[in-house]
């Protein structure tokens, strides 16, 4: 473990990760003080500062993990608002597919051409069937 903050501290934010990092150098922490502070492993906090899951893919946190570091580095209700909409930036779009009232089917297009997950179990937009 590193007593360095996590690596591209200047880095704009466009991932949990960079955000964590920039927070990190922003307040002089380490890696290791976000380990102690969160009461997270090594592996965790590696994890989330390269921005790599065990399986070579990106870090993907959890709704908790992500309150667990907010907690970990002391942020404001505004900060932990941002990293929330950081780390999951389809929560916002689905406020608006509530708010327009959309049908699955156009939730999921809505979805598709913002490069966001989709809703239900489903298959890809253009094997879809519509059943009889």
Not at 50 to 70: L, Q
Not at 79 to 108: G, H, Y
Request: hydrophobic residues 35%; aromatic residues 4%.
């Amino acid at each position: 473990m590193s007593d360095k903050p996590c690596s591209n501290p200047k880095k704009v934010r466009k991932t949990f990760s960079d955000a964590v990092n920039k927070y990190l150098a922003d307040k002089g922490m380490t890696q290791a003080d976000l380990m102690v502070r969160g009461n997270l492993s090594k592996t965790t906090v590696g994890r989330i500062c390269r921005n790599k899951n065990d399986k070579d893919g990106t870090y993907t946190p959890t709704h908790r993990m992500v309150m667990t570091v907010c907690v970990a580095l002391g942020l404001s209700k505004a900060e932990k608002d941002e990293m929330m909409r950081i780390a999951f930036p389809e929560e916002e779009v689905w406020d608006e597919i509530i708010e327009k009232r959309m049908n699955l089917t156009d939730a999921n297009i809505y979805l598709e051409e913002r490069e966001l997950p989709t809703l239900g179990s489903i298959e890809p937009k253009e094997e879809r069937q519509i059943p009889l």
